[in-house]
């Protein structure tokens, strides 16, 4: 049996994934599930957030967002069934490798997937739909009647954000970074109050949410990665709004919910954080495997996801499955950035 790995470099540009030989034990532990891989959704290695948690292997498994079938259970294991649909993402520290036939993963990662939602949609969708319910429900304390300005609302993210915070009617504005994916954006009106083209002009950013929200600004904004300096260069950098405009649109007890794992502010920020009594919250998509302390509201979590799916709530956007062999190539072009995540059909 053959799974995808990464072995780190000195820098990103040495870093390599290789196909190697694995095998499973023959015996599975007490709380244990054998899944046969249907479908494995590959994101980005953060090889710096395993360094910071102790996690150092000279080969680390690639491929954690996985739905497959279940074909055997361990002696105390209590929620699956042999044939059981499943969905789940693997631990940071697991041993397996998402991208193999067949892997052993803890009940408590995994939950039932509803047999009319495909492997292969929620195998990609299950980590950004993951990141979205973290952001709105954990962290910004999402309610009816409040406003939310999603930033790159056209990105797989920023799609589930839009999504789950209008099915509990939250007021809607996102910001779009081509023609392409304003024409998109716009057909999701009247869901969405406003689309604001940045790619235009993105100082046109803060006069017109201030224009729709009543000068009050709004209550929530999630972002894609902010600017800290004015003159970053970059084309994608010059879309993303400057730090100072993000607080600035903040209403009153506002939250900002950030994506850039390097944010500073300086003092005239914190000032004005101050004044509006708003506060910043920072997004890691990797808090609830990370972590065991609330396992229990995680599992709730990814079942609300899979039903939500299952029924429409959440639509993601098509993601075209790339064949096993092609594997390889396609991981490189994820951790290199050039391609925000993929899918592999087993």
């Not at 929200?213 to 600017?227: E, F, K, M, N, P």
């Not at 730090?243 to 506002?254: A, E, Q, R, T």
Request: charged share 20%.
């Amino acid at each position: 049996m053959k799974g995808l790995y990464c072995k780190a470099g000195v820098s990103d540009a040495e870093t390599k994934f290789i196909i190697q030989e694995t095998t499973l034990p023959e015996v599975l532990d007490s709380h244990q599930v054998r899944v046969q891989v249907k479908a494995c959704g590959l994101s980005a290695v953060d090889l710096k957030l395993l360094d910071d948690l102790g996690i150092q292997r000279d080969f680390i498994p690639v491929g954690r967002e996985v739905a497959g079938v279940v074909l055997q259970v361990g002696p105390n294991v209590a929620f699956f069934q042999p044939e059981d649909e499943v969905v789940g993402i693997l631990p940071l520290d697991s041993p397996c490798s998402g991208l193999c036939d067949t892997i052993d993963v803890d009940e408590h990662y995994i939950v039932q997937k509803p047999e009319k939602l495909s492997s292969v949609c929620v195998a990609g969708a299950l980590r950004d739909a993951l990141c979205a319910y973290t952001a709105l429900h954990t962290h910004a304390h999402m309610a009816a009647g409040h406003t939310l300005l999603v930033l790159d609302g056209a990105s797989s993210f920023g799609l589930m954000c839009i999504q789950l915070a209008c099915y509990h009617g939250v007021k809607v504005f996102t910001t779009s970074h081509s023609q392409q994916q304003h024409t998109f954006l716009e057909q999701l009106r009247p869901s969405v109050a406003r689309v604001i083209p940045v790619y235009k002009d993105p100082s046109d950013l803060l006069p017109l949410v201030l224009e729709e929200t009543g000068g009050l600004g709004v209550d929530i904004v999630i972002d894609s990665g902010a600017r800290l300096q004015e003159n970053e260069e970059g084309d994608e950098m010059k879309l993303l709004p400057h730090k100072h405009d993000i607080i600035s649109v903040l209403g009153v007890g506002g939250h900002w919910v950030t994506s850039h794992q390097g944010l500073q502010l300086d003092p005239p920020d914190c000032r004005l954080l101050y004044l509006k009594s708003a506060s910043v919250t920072f997004l890691n998509p990797e808090v609830w495997t990370a972590s065991s302390a609330q396992q229990g509201r995680y599992l709730h979590i990814l079942k609300d996801i899979v039903e939500k799916m299952s029924t429409g709530v959440l639509r993601p956007q098509p993601e075209e499955a790339v064949p096993l062999y092609e594997a390889t190539v396609t991981m490189e072009t994820v951790q290199r950035n050039q391609k925000k995540k993929a899918v592999i059909q087993l």
